[in-house]
């Protein structure tokens, strides 16, 4: 039960972009790694959505009328070895365009907020992407600072095969032939179900884009309903698609395929010892789905389990 000094606390943290935070899966460690934000107009990219949806849910916009997101990266570390999932914008920022389901956008911090952890690029050994959008493969496509070379020297890029094979696909949703480009080198693409690290696996999710991927990372390396973490990537942007997983965004590949998803996700993040990993989720990108009133919520989740 949500007690009201905690539904305050969350819902002030839902204006606000995330910054870095951490939890422990017995031997893992996975921290968000904030590389920038990005204001979302709610019924541009919630187009299913209507006034009275929002009159419903006020607690989800910020003083400004917009979804807060965050931009940034997942870092597991097990041991010695890292692993990034998503790498952000990257140093660029636009400001907000008239009409646009996107409001100001702004990356770039992400090398910095590896270093505060005590991490430097050359110490990731593989780069997983969610998917190919251009806020989730900035620090991959954009060379290193003062460099021509990228900033991951180490790391292979990881892509769902599906994702790769139907990239030209992405090229509607404002990533570049010269971005796929700039990856292609160093892609290696992944399999439903592949370990890529000890205790990740790769879950396909298609739906938001053709080769949409999850990752499921558990203490023991292997899914069996004990505890574990699903990094969703963008099959939700933000915490009111729990409760509303049929709300599908406006640059959903296939909206009905991404809202089936939702669905089952939600379901799935129900289970005992299930925390979700939502990149997007505002400052509560770590949580669990509980039922209220009736309905599924997220509940966010800290490194002490509270609020």
Known sequence: MTTPTQHHTASARLHRP???????LGET????VPDGAVQLTPRGWLPDTTEEDWA?????????????AGIGGLLVEHGDRALLIDAGFGPQSFPAEPGSAIGAIRGGA???????????????????????????????WHPAPDSDGPVFTRADYLVAEPEWSQRDLLEAHGTSKAQLAALAPKVRTTTDGQEIFPGVRVRFIPGHTPGHA????????????????????DALHSPVQISHPEWSAAPDHDSAQSAGFRRSLVTELQEPGTIGFGIHFADVVFGRVRTEEGRAVWQPVDADGGF
Do not use: C, M
Request: glycine letters at 14%.
């Open 56 to 68: 419903a849910h006020p607690e989800y916009l910020d003083d400004t009328g917009h979804l807060a």
């Open 214 to 233: 999850a990752y499921v990372i558990t203490p023991g390396g292997q899914d069996t309903g004990g505890q574990r973490l699903i990094a969703f990537g």
């Open 110 to 140: 992400l090398l910095d907020n590896l270093a505060a952890l005590g991490r430097g690029p050359e110490e990731i050994e593989a780069v997983a992407f969610t998917h190919l959008h251009t806020d989730h493969i900035g620090w991959a």
């Open 18 to 24: 995330s910054g870095i935070r951490s939890l422990r």
């Open 29 to 32: 460690k996975v921290t968000y």
